[in-house]
């Protein structure tokens, strides 16, 4: 059996810290859709309360006006009595211009009150559909809960045994190497390793030196100097 080079190690090591990199992205894109989610029904919720609100306000509105009708009336009716008792020609023409004055005040009312009345019937009639849509945002919340939780189920459980293969790897380093390994993947993950690409450093692409070449065509590795990645030979399909 072919004893694995250093290169070959941290080549494997970084295509699994990549696939780690991944598994966490799809862990954490989950909850990311599930708080998108989340703030949608809050808005809806919100529109719903609003909708409410408004309607309320516009149903006082209106009511209000009509008890302004009925007072006005009721006032009418007063001086209708008054003006039928009155003793005097000027009292009674007073009486009459002011009932005239009012009737027409009453009219303006009535158009107020049924303009009242058609808004109440406007936004009753948006109710159900707001209702709706929060019947329905809700219920594709629930579900995307149920399918981020089965995803995360088995993306953990591939990252479980992504995490156990990475330990016996890592296992096959020599001592100074994982340790320079283990720095630069705390400090920086998947991107503190880099393939070398036409002598230069597959990260920062700054040109490598004869000596650091020399180590990778040995099937070791080297750190760059530019930007401290731990570099290795990119594979052949040879």
């Not at 609003?50 to 006082?60: C, H, I, N, V």
């Not at 008792?85 to 211009?97: P, W």
Request: proline content about 1%.
């Amino acid at each position: 059996m072919a004893v694995a080079t250093t290169a070959s190690v941290i080549r494997t090591l970084h295509r699994i810290q990549r696939q780690l990199t991944d598994l966490r992205s799809q862990l954490a894109a989950g909850p990311k859709q599930i708080s998108v989610q989340t703030k949608r029904l809050q808005n809806v919720e919100n529109e719903k309360s609003a909708l409410a609100e408004t309607l309320k306000k516009a149903r006082k509105h209106s009511d209000e006006k009509q008890l302004l009708l009925r007072s006005s009336e009721a006032k009418i009716n007063d001086l209708e009595a008054k003006r039928n008792t009155a003793k005097a020609n000027r009292e009674y023409q007073l009486l009459g211009e002011q009932i005239d004055a009012d009737k027409m005040a009453i009219r303006v009312l009535e158009d107020e009150i049924l303009e009242s009345l058609e808004r109440v019937d406007e936004i009753t009639s948006q109710q159900p559909t707001a209702t709706d849509n929060v019947k329905k945002v809700t219920a594709a919340l629930e579900e995307l809960k149920k399918q981020v939780q089965k995803e995360a189920a088995q993306l953990e459980k591939e990252m479980a045994r992504v995490l156990s293969k990475l330990t016996e790897v890592e296992s096959e380093l020599a001592v100074e190497t994982r340790e320079v390994y283990q720095r630069v993947v705390k400090h920086k993950g998947e991107d503190g390793m880099a393939s070398s690409e036409g002598g230069c450093c597959g990260g920062c692409h700054q040109k490598l030196t004869g000596k650091m070449l020399s180590q990778l065509m040995a099937e070791d590795v080297a750190m760059c100097r530019s930007c401290g990645r731990l570099l290795y030979e990119a594979e052949t399909n040879s």
